[in-house]
């Protein structure tokens, strides 16, 4: 495989076995903005219902104006508030913070008809939606509901939910909410909701953070002090993808040969790649070093949109057999 | 001997680019673009590019990379705007007139010194400032990063202290959010709502205060229906001021004095992005100042072609199979350089103003002010060089 005339390059090259990352209950894909988040979190959708789990991929916000991602990346056009199968095996649904309130409050009241007339009063409603932090919570109850959804037969309705979270800083003030809410409303039915949400999501055995991030000196550095403050939520560290690493193609001494033959010479085309190359290698060795998860590396690929997911996704599923 | 001829790829842009007639004139200037195209750099680099021009200038961030801040002098819990060292800038080529201030924005203290310019008295300060409620809503930032933007600028960008404020965005989906931001929390806040959550006289309304009451209280707990009107009213006599603010804000920002920077990379993420606010920046009324291409390949002027260098006869296999992947590697970054070539003049295009520029693909990211200096003297004077 090679760099083409084109500046392709295609391959996807697995480190570590993703089969305890699909075996969760419930995956949190994060890291900044313009990573490759969306796109992991649709290519792990994909690779989970290849190996025949029922997969529910949600993202938090949609905003019908702009577009999903979320849905480009999975290749329909937009994301409703209830799961629809888009593929086999595989649905797809925004996380609305609205039905999270509403089962919330049809949870806590004495009656049914009560929870919806409290829903059905504006100034309720209103408060719900735009008091900051409330549409949080409403994500985090929503949320818990598809984790808990059965089926007749008692299996899980949704066996894996993948969350596409917003950029860094958002998911991680996302993060100190319940703890903070905890320390205004320490009693009552919200705070035992919040105290639920909190132990389903520091379980190991069910919930994990996955971590986007770039083969790049800065981005690195993000990521690690983004796995510390992940660690300081006590949310279990589940995996690590560095996205768009570019393709190596020179053998052990050829580096060195290159750099005496440009020593001295004027800037040439190409270097600027030798030294993105360098970086990226500097990048996961330190990477590697500094973080204790499985660490996956996806190479470089120019494609877009859901056929960039599906090329992601096919490499992911062929390391079961591999 | 010469394989091919030097590289004639045509000159970028003219010797003065958009951004330098912006940086002299405006009074603000707002950074918009998807997470991951070096926004904040180029918000940065903007404000420095002010600076050299003599004026006073402050660049407003919101998570900027550690490096950067380091850069820049920035500390995550400063009160106010920290100016970079006149040692600092001299060397870059800042003359004495010119100024750099920085502020990582810390939504809790935007949100104090909006109580305490919102409320004459001490007492009811203090009051707002104990209440758990506005402990908890000003601490937590989702959401609340918007708002903030839209009131430090506001508070900023009148009170004369500096020539010029650069804003960078939040990294949320719709970044222009935050113009709409003031006019949200004044619904959270609005008096209709407030009002049903206050004591009131009538057999309708002490009916439906006991519903919520019931709600509040099965659901918050004991105590938190009693916190949450204590909080309502102590904020009740600021939302005049509050919804003042916001209409200012919006004023200016549709003014002459401010312009709007789309910062882009060349992936298509991050141009559907750019090319969705442009959509809302002219549907907003808001003036457009151009694209900034960010993280591109456009740049090959200078650079010599692998293909030139001669190993000369008998050098060795290894050499030669090394060069030739060289090669390959020029070759990608020449489709590269075609490609966002193509993409600039559309970019120009489809601006309007005639307006797009390419910052060289610099290695890595800019660590220091020098690098930052460096980027700012390509954004105002691509000189092709």
Redesign the interface.
């Known amino acids: 495989m090679?760099?083409?005339?084109?500046?392709r390059a295609r391959r996807v090259i697995i480190l570590h076995s993703l089969k305890s990352l699909l075996g969760l209950r419930a995956v949190l894909v994060t890291g900044?903005?313009?990573?490759g988040k969306t796109t992991v979190s649709a290519a792990l959708a994909r690779a989970a219902a290849a190996t025949g789990k029922r997969v529910l991929c949600t993202e938090m916000?949609s905003?019908a104006e702009?577009?999903s991602?979320l849905a480009a990346a999975l290749g329909v056009p937009e994301l409703g508030d209830q799961p629809v199968e888009i593929a086999p095996g595989i649905r797809a649904a925004v996380l609305s913070p609205s039905l999270g309130h509403h089962k919330?409050?049809r949870d806590?009241?004495?009656m049914k008809l009560?929870g919806d007339?409290?829903m059905r009063?504006a100034?309720?409603r209103?408060?719900f939606s735009?008091?900051?932090?409330f549409?949080?919570m409403g994500v985090l109850y929503r949320l818990l509901d598809l984790v808990r959804d059965k089926r007749r037969d008692g299996t899980f309705e949704h066996e894996l939910i993948i969350v596409d979270l917003?950029?860094?800083?958002?998911a991680l003030?996302?993060a100190?909410?319940p703890e903070?809410?905890l320390?205004?409303?320490?009693?009552?039915?919200?705070?035992d909701a919040v105290r639920e949400g909190l132990a389903f999501l520091r379980d190991p055995e069910q919930t994990g953070a996955v971590v986007v991030t770039?083969p790049?000196?800065?981005p690195v550095?993000?990521a690690i002090?983004l796995t510390h403050a992940i660690h300081t939520h006590q949310i279990p560290l589940a995996h690590v993808f560095v996205n768009r690493v570019p393709y190596d193609?020179?053998g052990p001494?050829?580096?060195e040969?290159?750099a005496r033959?440009?020593d001295g010479?004027?800037?040439?085309?190409?270097?600027?790649?030798?030294?993105r190359i360098d970086?990226a290698r500097d990048a996961l060795a330190r990477l590697t070093r500094e973080v204790r998860a499985p660490l996956s590396v996806v190479q470089d690929v120019w494609l877009?949109?859901p056929r960039l997911a599906e090329e992601v996704a096919s490499l992911f599923s062929m390391e079961r057999f591999a | 001997m010469s394989s091919r001829p030097p590289d004639t790829s045509p000159k970028l842009v003219e010797d003065a680019s958009f951004l330098a007639d912006l940086v002299r004139d405006k009074r603000v200037i707002v950074c918009c673009g998807a997470g991951g195209v070096g926004k904040t750099t180029t918000a940065a680099a903007i404000g420095l590019a002010a600076a050299a021009q003599g004026r006073r200038t402050l660049v407003l961030t919101i998570d900027p990379a550690r490096r950067l801040a380091e850069a820049m002098g920035l500390s995550e819990s400063a009160r106010v705007p920290t100016p970079v060292p006149r040692e600092r800038l001299t060397p870059v080529g800042v003359p004495e007139s010119g100024e750099l201030h920085a502020w990582m924005l810390a939504p809790e203290v935007v949100f104090e010194s909006m109580v305490r310019r919102l409320t004459t008295d001490e007492e009811r300060v203090q009051e707002i400032l104990d209440n758990r409620l506005y402990q908890h809503l000003s601490k937590v930032v989702a959401g609340m990063q918007e708002y903030t933007a839209a009131e430090a600028l506001y508070g900023l960008s009148t009170d004369g202290r500096y020539d010029l404020v650069v804003l960078d965005t939040p990294p949320s989906r719709n970044a222009l959010e935050f113009l709409e931001a003031p006019r949200k929390l004044s619904l959270f806040l609005d008096e209709r709502v407030v009002g049903v959550f206050m004591p009131r006289g009538g057999a309708f309304w002490r009916t439906a205060s006991e519903l919520i009451d019931s709600v509040f209280t099965r659901a918050f707990g004991e105590g938190f229906y009693g916190e949450l009107q204590s909080f309502l009213r102590a904020f009740s006599g600021m939302f005049g001021g509050m919804r003042a603010h916001a209409d200012a804000v919006r004023q200016l920002l549709t003014s002459a004095d401010a312009s709007f920077v789309l910062v882009t990379s060349p992936e298509p993420v991050a141009l559907a992005e750019a090319e969705y606010f442009h959509g809302r920046i002219a549907h907003m009324g808001l003036p457009f100042g151009g694209y900034v291409l960010n993280r591109s390949w456009a740049y090959t002027r200078g650079f010599a072609s692998p293909e030139d260098i001669d190993l000369g006869p008998g050098a060795p296999i290894e050499e030669v199979g090394a060069l030739l992947k060289l090669r390959q590697l020029a070759d990608a970054e020449r489709w590269r350089a075609r490609r966002d070539r193509d993409l600039l003049a559309k970019l120009r295009m489809e601006g309007g103003t005639g307006a797009a520029l390419a910052t060289p693909h610099l290695g890595g990211a800019v660590e220091d002010l020098a690098g930052l200096a460096e980027l700012a003297r390509n954004l105002v004077r691509f000189d092709g060089a």
């Open positions: 090679c760099v083409g005339r084109n500046g900044k903005g313009g990573v916000y905003d702009q577009g991602p919330f409050l806590v009241l004495p009560l007339a409290a009063s100034a309720i209103r408060f735009a008091a900051p932090t549409p949080e917003p950029a860094t800083g958002h003030a996302l100190q909410i903070s809410l320390k205004v409303i320490p009693t009552g039915a919200v705070a770039l790049e000196n800065l550095s993000e002090e193609p020179f001494g050829e580096r040969l290159l033959v440009l010479k004027p800037p040439v085309l190409g270097a600027r790649s030798l030294d970086r877009e949109g």
